[in-house]
């Protein structure tokens, strides 16, 4: 099997919240993984350096799925070279059961004998520790969203990816 295979594999497992199915295409002794982190309260119960191996991959996992609901994940690019496999992917997500952002990801998968021992992701949080850091307040307009604070737009303020939206 291919790394490239391996990854499908465990993606697809991983959809299905087959968490044991996951676990095992990780290196048992030697997964890493760097991420986003975030010093903003809430973000960081899920933006934030968790430990070593797979009890870290575990608390990670369980903090994803407390604190995040994804409604749609679009994996836009996928490629293979040497030891590695690239993702770009494409994520609405409801966090905190409070704000709905679309947010892109990049992730790096580095594989030794067939196994994931490093994972490095990669995505801009900024919209989320500012809305969970301030009172910001987004609204859509012409199709971009726009931060809005005390009635006053912020020029420059909002983005076409990573979109965040107060929920309802």
């Known amino acids: ?19 044991e199915k996951v676990v095992s295409f990780l290196d048992q ?10 010093d903003v309260t809430p973000l ?8 070593d191996g797979i009890d870290g991959w575990r608390q990670w996992n369980e903090a994803a799925t407390l604190y995040r609901k994804p409604f749609n994940m679009e994996l836009v690019h996928l ?3 040497s030891d590695k496999v690239y993702t ?8 905190f059961d409070s704000v709905r952002c679309e947010m892109e990801f990049v992730n790096v998968f580095t594989f030794k004998n067939g196994k994931v021992t490093h ?3 990669t995505g801009d949080i900024t919209p989320l520790e500012k ?8 609204v ?10 005390s009635g006053k737009e912020i020029p420059g303020a909002g983005r076409p990816r990573s979109n965040c939206l107060v929920a309802p």
């Open 44 to 51: 960081n119960k899920l933006f934030k350096k968790f430990p």
């Open 88 to 95: 770009h992917s494409l994520m609405d997500v409801l966090y």
């Open 140 to 149: 859509e307009s012409n199709r971009c969203f726009h931060v809005r604070r």
């Open 131 to 138: 809305l969970f850091s301030t009172s910001f307040q987004l």
């Open 79 to 81: 490629s293979e070279s």
């Open 29 to 38: 002794k030697n997964l890493t993984y760097n991420g986003p982190y975030s």
């Open 119 to 121: 994972i490095q992701t």
């Open 1 to 19: 099997m291919t790394n490239i295979e391996t990854f499908q594999a465990m993606f697809a497992a991983w959809g299905k919240k087959d968490i």
